[in-house]
């Protein structure tokens, strides 16, 4: 869908993406923009600069960049147009429809709209004579009606068919029931049947109250227990967390991460509000960053089994990097949460809290888990304890949580401090070495193939020229006043990057046009990688002082190059050549 420029100016002019950003990442000012520890990696050092004045922000760890509706499109998990309404709502504005072709868009909505009324469906259907199997399955549970009202649970009927019925009745088609996951095609050439049947049904919801899919457990000892919803347009179990939209407003810091939906919905009862799921899978890096922007400290409370251990282990791996405190509750005698509390009637949430009070860190649970391997009254299983409890502590970060854990053992195990501080030293120098060549690998990369993909053969070999480009590109988009006087006048055939040229003439044309040269107008026309390039590129180019020489000095580089080097002679360039360039630009840099 295209939307006019008008609107998009009058949204640029009430939204300001420091604001947006700011509800997500704790900015600062630096110079004449701001930064803050990037929202898309684990970031311990602030990384993330954001430009108010040009309405971009770039990452320069993870190279992430873009301008207000990226970013939006990233946290929300929303593609082109509904990151356009969520902004517009914010500013108290419509977004003017027309026909354009926006099917993405509609399908999206059609399969928010279907998984709602599924929602209502399954919510009726608890309470009909068909149901009452399952309601009481939930209050055998101990769960109160108004829990079960609270997570809009639900139950889905025997029959294969009365879902698809109900929808359809509604208006919905067979083909967007099974783009929703709602049903599955029939195998036979039939119509289409409920993908879930006589299953206690969980409505997976995002943080803008959407019905994204279900899970569906099972009365039965049949398998699978639990069901989920496969991945659609609207949902991806890997992005999302049950009961985010509950345990973001009361998380204070902190969330309880739990195994599954009734360990969630207990804790919640019992008056443990922050406690959230993985629906079903290992925790996932995507999982991880959308936790860090929710809190401070994780509590981790898998089951205690082999499974649960191998998922507390994944947890903190992906949970640590980003700069979270992390503490393991284990319930006691191998339970898990909902049993735990249920175990002890009236004083199960007080006997939690202890539990949850007295829950180690996740530096402490590791090295117990170790020591629990070996037995220290051996020597040798004492020294191979100590090793593998040196290379631990090694991974740490923090050099004074390294000096107590290397006390703490010396002191447990009678050995000098001074010698088991040599070997984390030596662990530690070896993960240094190992770091310091993945990165030295990223910069070799980096240095030896263009940044992104988007532009001809000819791309990368005229390094001087590439980079003058972007600086004029910036230039122009940042000082629109220097852009109207120089557009009109500047030839595209001097740019050589064909990315660079193809924004020379977009300006042309919106300067003709008298259009705004801000990335958020001009993000409608161009791809995701391109707007996240233009961001780069705006985002790593210094502001000057002087634009208007700076512009010409800019043009004169272009013309000086363009008579210099001919593309016979650009095309003849090997890779050694390009290296050494590269590397003689950045030291100039530095």
């Known amino acids: 869908m295209a939307i006019s420029e008008d609107f998009k100016r009058e949204l640029k002019r009430r939204i300001n993406i420091a604001d947006i950003i700011g509800q997500y990442v704790t900015l600062k000012k630096s110079g004449r923009g701001l930064m803050g520890k990037c929202p898309f990696h684990g970031d311990d050092t602030p990384s993330f600069s954001v430009s108010p004045e040009l309405g971009v922000y770039h990452c320069f760890g993870c190279n992430e960049s873009g301008d207000t509706i990226r970013f939006v499109e990233q946290m929300e998990h929303l593609d082109y147009m509904e990151a356009i309404r969520w902004l517009a709502q914010k500013a108290g504005l419509n977004v003017p429809e027309n026909d354009g072709d926006n099917r993405s868009y509609r399908l999206r909505q059609r399969i928010f709209e279907a998984n709602r009324e599924a929602a209502r469906f399954y919510v009726q259907q608890l309470y009909t004579p068909e149901g009452k199997e399952a309601l009481d399955y939930l209050t055998k549970r101990h769960l109160l009606p108004k829990t079960i009202t609270h997570f809009g649970l639900g139950y889905s009927p025997k029959s294969r068919f009365e879902l698809v019925n109900h929808l359809k009745n509604k208006g919905f088609s067979g083909t967007e029931l099974i783009q929703a ?37 099972i009365m039965s000892d049949l398998k699978p227990k639990y069901l989920n919803t496969a991945e659609t347009p609207v949902f991806n179990k890997s992005e999302n ?27 919640h009862q019992a008056g443990f509000e922050n406690a959230v799921a993985t629906l079903g899978t290992a925790m996932t890096k995507e999982q991880a960053v959308i936790i860090s922007r929710h809190c401070t400290e994780v509590v981790i409370c898998y ?97 004074i949580e390294r000096d107590i854990y290397t006390s703490r053992l010396a002191e447990e195990l009678s050995v000098d401090k001074p010698a088991i501080k040599q070997q984390v030293e030596k662990y530690l120098h070896i993960r240094q070495r190992k770091n310091d060549r993945q990165a030295q690998r990223t910069i070799q990369r980096s ?62 044309k919106r300067a003709a046009q008298g259009y705004d040269f801000a990335i958020s107008d001009m993000s409608d026309t161009l791809s995701e990688q391109e707007v996240s390039r233009l961001a780069k590129i705006l985002s790593t180019h210094p502001y000057e002082e002087d634009p208007a020489s700076a512009a010409k000095e800019y043009i004169s580089v272009l013309q000086e190059e363009a008579e210099r080097l001919s593309p016979q002679k650009a095309a003849s360039a090997d890779d050694d050549t390009l290296l050494k360039e590269m590397r003689k630009l950045r030291s100039k840099k530095q």
Request: charged share 20%.
């Open 447 to 508: 240095l030896t193939v263009p940044p992104l993909p988007l532009g001809t053969a000819q791309d990368g070999y005229h390094l001087r020229t590439a980079n003058t480009e972007e600086a004029l590109i910036a230039l122009l988009i940042g000082n629109p006043d220097v852009a109207v006087t120089i557009l009109p006048t500047l030839s595209p055939d001097l740019f050589v990057t064909s990315f660079h040229k193809m924004l020379c003439e977009m300006l042309q």
């Open 181 to 217: 996951n709602l049903a599955n095609e029939s195998q036979w050439g039939g119509k289409p049947y409920d993908r879930f049947s006589d299953r206690i049904m969980f409505p997976i919801i995002d943080l803008q109250r959407r019905v994204l899919g279900f899970g569906g457990r």
């Open 303 to 399: 089951d205690a089994d082999e499974a649960g251990q191998r998922a507390t282990a994944r947890a903190i791996g992906i949970l640590r990097p980003l700069g979270l405190n992390i503490r393991i509750l284990t319930v006691p005698n191998g339970k898990d949460p909902d049993e735990f509390i249920k175990s002890h009637g009236e004083q199960g949430p007080a006997r939690f809290r202890m539990l949850l009070n007295k829950s180690g860190n996740d530096v402490d649970y590791r090295l117990n888990k170790l020591r629990s391997s070996y037995q220290l009254d051996i020597t040798q299983q004492r020294v191979d304890f100590l090793t593998e409890a040196c290379q631990l502590i090694a991974t740490l970060d923090n050099s």
């Open 241 to 267: 967390l049950y009961a985010l939209q509950f345990a973001k407003n009361k998380a204070n810091g902190q969330l309880i991460l739990v195994e599954g939906y009734m360990d969630v919905i207990a804790l």
